[in-house]
């Protein structure tokens, strides 16, 4: 089962708290207190144990953030770029720099709903249980989010196309 879910689990972490340590630090505690207690996930409420997990996941990233003040981007984030001239390179890097600032400005529930939607891929109700909220408030989130992440990203001077 870890070797199943850690990945999207650590997937999760990293993009809310941005920092890999912590990232896996997070998914290593969640693991570690299902382990101990495995009757803590009660599978009689017919939620689906990737849901589950994905909640306690957030939850501890949540906790992780009000002990520590956020430090910008890790050292190590650097997004693959398959450009062939080094001109091309440098522009996505730095488009990629500015939308990763860009994100980091927004509040948490805004960076977990496009965390949950636009990296993890889980399908709006899904990420809608996970945050527990309805999937119409849910949906009103993401589309704020985007709306604020465009708007940021332009502000820090990036190019929308």
């Not at 999937?135 to 190019?159: H, T």
């Amino acid at each position: 089962m870890v070797r199943r879910h850690t990945a999207k689990f650590y997937a999760v972490a990293f993009r809310i708290l941005r920092n890999k340590e912590e990232a896996e630090d997070v998914v290593q505690d969640c693991f570690l207190k299902f382990w101990y207690d495995p009757s803590i996930w009660v599978y009689e409420k017919k939620t689906k144990f990737t849901t589950w997990f994905c909640k306690i996941v957030i939850n501890k990233c949540y906790d992780c953030l009000k002990k520590f003040k956020e430090a910008g981007l890790d050292d190590n984030f650097d997004i693959a770029d398959n450009a062939k001239n080094a001109e091309h390179f440098i522009d996505e890097k730095e488009r990629n720099n500015i939308l990763n600032a860009a994100y980091l400005t927004l509040d948490i529930k805004q960076r977990t709903a496009l965390a949950l939607s636009f990296f993890e891929n889980n399908k709006n109700q899904e990420s809608a249980k996970i945050m527990k909220l309805s999937l119409k408030a849910f949906q009103s989130l993401l589309m704020r989010s985007k709306e604020a992440l465009k708007n940021q990203f332009e502000k820090l001077g990036g190019i929308y196309e």
